[in-house]
């Protein structure tokens, strides 16, 4: 018998000494608590405060007739002080029976112990529910980062700092929908399971429905859905949304990700940006209560205006290349100059990309709008006014990393599905990435699609960054992981 089998053992014999003094080892409803910081809060504000709380017990201390606990619930943690003459001789024998990792009740009086420490003393102690496995060894601050990706359950027991990401989290989401909500937008759901998929340069995951005896694809992006929307006069519209591509894992990139887009008619451009930097600011004050975001040990203000960079200065500035006019063996040879790996069905667009990642998106650390992309890379935007090589997209990067993408929206469906076209010839060529021709969706802008601004943001990237966050993994409660 393993030793952790002996561990579970142990605490089976428990829970029928439980059951033996009349105890549900899985109790029932136990209404009314009190969160832990609240009652701290209270108490330290001067309040008298007597107090119902429910939560796990983390540490046990002293033997005997008394005992102090830890009780831990979303909140925080509080000790808890239980004397056999509190809670009387049949109360302190269920104690007796518990274990790390127990679920516990108890109601009583808040004080100061001696040294200091504010405790609630327990007039009454209820069991809830029995654990059976032993906390890991070392629980207290679980710094195994596969273990607490496999088993985010025990990481947020042990964790109180990866508790509060997800809190933020939390907030953030909600703080995105108040923000657009106020703003006139309607949040709409489209479909996850699509015919064809689109809106996005990705490779996507691939399902049968035997039904229809078809294939259908897992959402890369959500944008082609929404503009159809936008033709059918729902003016406003967002969609936070779980998107799939089949891509590489990494600190940045996790096959199932959230993604925010809006899309707002008779728009541009510039109302994406000002969406952005209204947002990010409000959200980093409503979370952290500054516009001073620290990340990856770098501090930068996000309170607007942030600065506006072209794609071509940018990459003059520091990568020391000249972007106009390079053409694909150009590109191509740019990337065998910096040894760049590439594949030979990669179309110009995919190549710049390839080149920017490497030599201009890790010296973008201020929040920075780059704008002025060259049309291969980007065959849904508008193209610019002054410079038909060019569309009107940004994007917005925070700590070197892209967070966003935002075009003034190509509402002529005849360039529309032109550039789909040479896009769908990259795809049969063998480039994966490349978007493929989706003629419904083209239908629709031939209904007549108004002039509109849109935005993707990705929702994972910025908790990030406004929770301090090192990696996706760590704001995604359940990442994708490799088999054991």
């Not at 014999?13 to 439980?18: A, N, T, V």
């Not at 809190?167 to 953030?172: D, E, N, P, S």
């Not at 001073?292 to 794609?311: C, H, I, N, Q, Y």
Request: glycine share 8%; hydrophobic share 40%; aromatic share 8%.
């Amino acid at each position: 018998m393993s030793e952790a089998d002996t561990y579970r053992q142990e605490r089976i014999k428990k829970l029928e000494r439980l059951q033996a003094l009349g105890v549900d080892p899985f109790g029932a409803r136990y209404a009314d608590t009190n969160p832990v910081r609240g009652i701290r809060e209270r108490f330290e504000a001067g309040e008298a405060v007597s107090a119902k709380a429910a939560g796990r017990i983390l540490r046990i201390r002293g033997h005997g007739k008394a005992s102090f606990f830890d009780l831990s619930d979303r909140t925080g943690s509080i000790q808890v002080y239980i004397r056999k003459d509190s809670v009387g001789a049949e109360t302190y024998e269920v104690f007796k029976a518990t274990d790390l990792g127990d679920v516990v009740g108890v109601e009583g009086k808040v004080d100061r112990t001696r040294t200091g420490e504010v405790t609630l003393f327990a007039e009454t102690f209820t069991f809830l529910t029995k654990s059976l496995r032993p906390l890991p060894e070392k629980f207290h601050g679980l710094k195994d980062t596969e273990l607490r990706y496999r088993k985010r359950h025990l990481d947020l027991i042990a964790n109180e700092a990866s508790r509060e990401v997800f809190l933020k989290r939390a907030r953030i989401i909600s703080g995105i929908r108040r923000f657009l909500d106020e703003r006139g937008f309607v949040e709409v759901e489209t479909p996850v399971l699509q015919p064809i998929y689109g809106g996005a340069a990705a490779r996507p995951f691939v399902t049968r429905h035997h039904t229809l005896d078809r294939d259908l694809y897992l959402r890369i992006a959500d944008e082609l859905y929404l503009k159809r929307l936008l033709v059918g006069g729902l003016e406003r519209v967002f969609e936070l949304s779980k998107n799939f591509r089949n891509e590489g894992i990494d600190r940045f990139h996790n096959p199932e990700f959230t993604f925010m887009e809006c899309y707002q008619a008779f728009g541009d451009l510039s109302d994406m940006m000002d969406i952005v930097e209204g947002m990010v600011h409000r959200l980093a004050l409503d979370v952290n209560g500054t516009a001073e975001v620290t990340f990856a040990g770098r501090t930068v203000d996000v309170t607007p205006p942030w600065k506006r960079l072209s794609m071509r200065d940018a990459f003059r500035a520091f990568a020391g290349i000249e972007l106009q006019g390079k053409g694909l063996a150009d590109l191509r040879g740019v990337c065998d100059e910096l040894e760049i790996a590439y594949e030979a069905c990669m179309g110009p667009g995919n190549l710049i990309d390839q080149i920017f990642s490497r030599t201009v998106e890790p010296h973008l650390v201020d929040p920075v709008f780059l704008v002025d992309y060259p049309v291969e890379t980007t065959p849904l935007a508008r193209r610019h006014p002054e410079d038909p090589a060019l569309v009107q997209r940004f994007e917005p990067f925070l700590f070197g990393t892209e967070i966003g993408n935002a075009f003034t929206e190509l509402n002529d469906p005849l360039e529309q599905r032109r550039r789909l076209e040479e896009q769908s010839r990259l795809h049969e060529a063998g480039d994966e990435e490349a978007h493929v021709l989706d003629e419904d969706f083209v239908e629709a802008l031939e209904q007549g699609m108004p002039p509109a601004g849109g935005l993707g943001i990705g929702v994972d990237r910025l908790v990030m960054m406004l929770t301090g966050a090192e990696s996706i993994r760590d704001v995604i409660l359940f990442p994708q992981m490799r088999d054991e």
